[in-house]
């Protein structure tokens, strides 16, 4: 296991890359009223109250009003309106 942290650290230092953006983490980023989030396999739910996204290996869900999905492409997501509560179901 740590040949292979090694081996992260050196390529994302090499690629110039984050060492999260080599590996299965997902990553969630909130500024005001836009939630971005990276790893995002597929929407199970989409509703204005309600998005729900699948990462390896949880449910990332959002809750709000006036809720949207304003971008998704290659596994990131940028959903923008009220966002009330952002929480994490384990699989």
């Not at 299965?24 to 989409?46: P, T």
Request: glycine share 6%.
């Amino acid at each position: 296991m740590a040949k292979l942290r090694r081996l992260r650290s050196k390529l994302s230092e090499k690629l110039e890359l984050p060492e999260d953006a080599l590996s299965s983490a997902y990553r969630i980023q909130v500024i005001g009223d836009c939630a971005v989030l990276c790893g995002c396999k597929k929407l199970l739910k989409y509703q204005a109250d309600e998005i729900v996204a699948l990462v390896s290996d949880a449910k990332i869900s959002f809750r709000g009003t006036h809720l949207k999905c304003a971008y998704f492409f290659e596994g990131t997501i940028e959903i923008r309106g009220d966002i009330a509560e952002i929480g994490m179901e384990k699989r």
